[in-house]
């Protein structure tokens, strides 16, 4: 173990090193196959224009277009003739057409049509070549893809917090200059809201964030939770924020639950997955949702995902950025690609050493051969999640700290319990569970 001595930059100067199994994300790096066996958005619906449009995911070069007919097409940027962007090709009524010289190519890159060439090169060109290209499926405004290999493509997962009755789900962008773990890590570590989004500056969100709470971590086969559990005033608020594995995360309402007023299973406000543009970038594409369970109507105005996403809107000068930091600073702020060596992890990074080790897990298993786990084989219907709030009536009763805890962790044991429980009477029984538990207390 190193000792700490005063003045010794010298001795600490130098590069760190990179947790590399998980930061690097390009074709056939091992976080980058392990994330090519998921689905994952790679756009907003109302940014795919009647042009093509360039963009980068987990370190590939790609289009994203619509042809005429609607259809939706992911493909390999250059074109397989003499290399030509298709960003500069024309949408068609079946496919694009390369710019340079004319060759047409379906959204599945099948190569249609070769013009100006003798007879017979076309049908050679056509049986021997192809244009890269993924599947694509949009849900609710965003546009998802497929990167991985064919025949390991898993189902489209739908969890339930994106299909609950009467909410609006507002697709947005968040974008980081950083690697994906950095801006995943922040879902895992309830403290930074006390500190970062709290004390350190001003009140992001609400006053009850700024208490600590008690922290607590749990495995689940789909991914992590960290809880977060703190008094109010004569209440107990429990926030939940989760991982699904690899890349999904949720959290509880921005400005719904402040801790001051009751709610039983109030649902993630921001559904969102942190997907790596390459090693040095990431784009976080979500929806915020608004409506009973999620957060309030007030905030689905411009800017509103912005600050339900991180408490303060993304593009500000850099002394403001100074002045009240918020999730883009912190992360970005550690570097394109933090250096873990350097790190010194305590006791509320248990969350994050969890996650860290189980993908390395599952990581190492993928290079051997076994194929991970998806929640569409757990779940086949509706994936249930836990990403959200719960505020109790409970005061203050001896060891607050003790019972806090204990608190909870009963909120969280009466969910796991329901978790078969189809989603309506989930709901029911979860919430009549809560309202149990206010009644009469903590099962002895
Ligand atoms: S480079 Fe695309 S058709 Fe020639
Ligand atoms: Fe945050």
Redesign the pocket.
Known sequence: MKTSVPFDGYRRSGPGGHDELLVRVGPGTPAGEYLRRYWHPVAMAEEVGRMPGRLRILGEDLVLFRDRSGRYGLVHRN??????S?EFGVCEDRGIR??????LFDVDGTVLEVPGQPEGVEERVRSSTRLGAYPVREYKGLVFAYLGPPEHRPDFPVYDTLEMPGHVMVPYRAPFRCNWLQVLDAILDPLHTAFLHSRMSREQFSRGFGEIGEMKFYERPSGFLGTATRRVDDNVWVRVNEVVLPNFTQAGAAFAADGTRRRYFGRTAFARWVVPVDDHETTCLAWAIFGERGDPESYNVPGGPELIEQGELFDRPYEERQRFPADAEATEGMGAITEHDRENLVPSDRGITLCRRRMRKIIAALQKGDEPDHVTSMWPSMVPTYGGDTVLRLPANGDDQAFLRRVGVAVMELQFAAETLAPDERDAHVIAALKDLEANGLPA
Do not use: D
């Not at 074109?79 to 030509?84: D, N």
């Not at 390369?98 to 060759?103: D, I, S």
């Open positions: 074109c397989p003739h003499r290399r030509a298709l390369c710019c340079y010289h004319g060759w």
